[in-house]
Nanobody, 115 residues
Framework: QVQLVESGGGSVQAGRSLRLSCAAS????????MGWYRQAPGKQRELVAV???????NYADSVKGRFTISRDNAKNTAYLQMNGLKPENTAVYYC?????????WGQGTQVTVSS
């Protein structure tokens, strides 16, 4: 079993930055890729960014050039650096881990961006 705990959300003004963290514990050896999703009110959950165990990254077009995903394998933690935040980035951000047999989700952290 794997547990994922997000932190770092909050309320900021447009143009500012936030860094989200996702700490993994448990059977972390089973985790390959890690990523971030977000879900805004009334919308479907969408993929924001993903990073493989080898460090390959992929981003949603809407965040390319502003968001950066990274991971520290020694700390079992993934990060999402969000720069140039926009009001439309307001959502609950969820961490996801892709395991060998199962996928795992964190509880989510709220990000609110005001204009």
């Amino acid at each position: 079993q794997v547990q994922l705990v997000e932190s770092g959300g909050g309320s900021v003004q447009a143009g500012r930055s936030l860094r989200l963290s996702c700490a993994a514990s448990g059977s972390i050896f089973s985790i390959n890729a890690m990523g971030w999703y977000r879900q805004a009110p009334g919308k479907q959950r969408e993929l924001v960014a993903v990073i493989t165990s080898g460090g390959t990254t992929n981003y949603a077009d809407s965040v390319k050039g502003r968001f950066t995903i990274s991971r520290d394998n020694a700390k079992n933690t993934a990060y999402l650096q969000m720069n140039g935040l926009k009001p439309e980035n307001t959502a609950v951000y969820y961490c996801k881990g892709w395991g060998l047999r199962n996928d795992y989700w964190g509880q989510g952290t709220q990000v609110t961006v005001s204009s």
